[in-house]
């Protein structure tokens, strides 16, 4: 599903009713102060898809699934996750998953135990958590379960957050840099993962600033900038060769009236640099991003 306008009425809103949407923001705004974080943001995620939040560090992906899973509350807008208002936190948690950007997990635990703790915590029952935990083990290869999790290196906390996100077979998966700290076969090992999500029909959303893991698994990808989506659509489609440049077709633009907009452009292809870009990692691929000032006709 492509980024939705805001309706012309209340009556005219679509995707809010679209049964194939498992995320819909209408107008999501973060502002701390005087600073927007994400600005004025329209989505629409099909379900069973993986959609890629692509950006640099700073671009408001966090921000943005913080909100979507009910954590960080709207300064304006509204979003609904699994049919279920972002507002009705208590509702939401029983069909979302999430990995934060920082696994949380209690070090003197053992894997083991983190786990069944965390899914007692999801109401899960213990035949269920364990079953479970042993087919999520095995599948993410953590062969040290019973090992206190202080031990564990970066990349093994991150598999133990994964399998706490996945571990109750939610609706609806957000995972924010989900492949962070891993070696190459874990990452695929993820990779693969999410694609079984998928298939098995849960929505996944991840966020990254790493293109090889949005070109492997996403269906859709949005690219984030300055807290705005510039540009969105099937991750081959948004792939351009070197030189060429997509701007957001469907972004909200100001009234005509003004006397000069921002205008995202969007370079993909390898080799890109520019002293005015943004950059997101990618090898062989990158990403630039730069805002031209553009006055109106």
């Known amino acids: 599903m492509t980024p939705t306008e805001p309706p012309a009425d209340e009556s005219d809103g679509n995707d809010a009713a679209d049964p194939k949407a498992a995320v819909v923001a209408d107008g999501l705004t973060k502002r701390y102060g005087d600073t927007a974080v994400v600005e004025d943001l329209y989505l629409g995620i099909e379900a069973g898809t993986v959609y890629g939040l692509l950006g640099p560090n700073g671009a408001g992906k966090t921000t943005t699934i913080r909100m979507l899973t009910g954590l960080a509350p709207p ?19 029983s069909q979302i998953g999430y990995l934060p950007e920082s696994t949380p997990i209690r070090g003197q635990f053992t894997g083991r135990e983190q786990l ?20 999520l083990l095995e599948r993410l290869a953590l062969d040290s379960a019973d090992d206190r999790v202080v031990t564990y290196s970066k990349g093994m906390r991150r598999k133990v957050g994964l399998i706490q996100a996945i571990m109750h077979e939610p609706s609806v998966v957000f995972l924010d840099e989900p492949t962070a700290g891993l070696d190459p076969r874990a990452t695929r090992t993820v990779r693969e993962v999410v694609t079984e999500l998928a298939d098995g029909g849960t929505t996944v959303c991840l966020s990254t600033h790493i293109l090889p893991v949005v070109e492997a698994v996403a269906d859709r990808v949005g690219i984030c900038h300055e807290g705005e989506l510039v540009a969105e659509g099937p991750s081959k ?28 452009v969007i370079a993909i292809g390898a080799g890109q640099r520019s002293t005015d870009s943004t950059l997101i990692s990618g090898y062989p691929s990158s990403i630039s991003i730069r805002v031209r000032t553009v006055q109106p006709s």
């Open 237 to 264: 489609e948004l792939r351009r060769a070197p030189g060429r440049h997509r701007s957001n077709p469907r972004g909200r633009l100001p009234p005509p009236d003004e006397r000069a907009r921002r205008e995202p």
């Open 116 to 135: 069944a703790h965390h899914g007692r915590l999801r109401g899960m029952e213990s035949r269920e958590i364990d079953g479970r935990t042993e087919a």
């Open 75 to 93: 300064t304006d807008g509204s979003a609904r996750v699994a049919g279920v208002p972002v507002s009705d936190r208590e509702t939401l948690v």
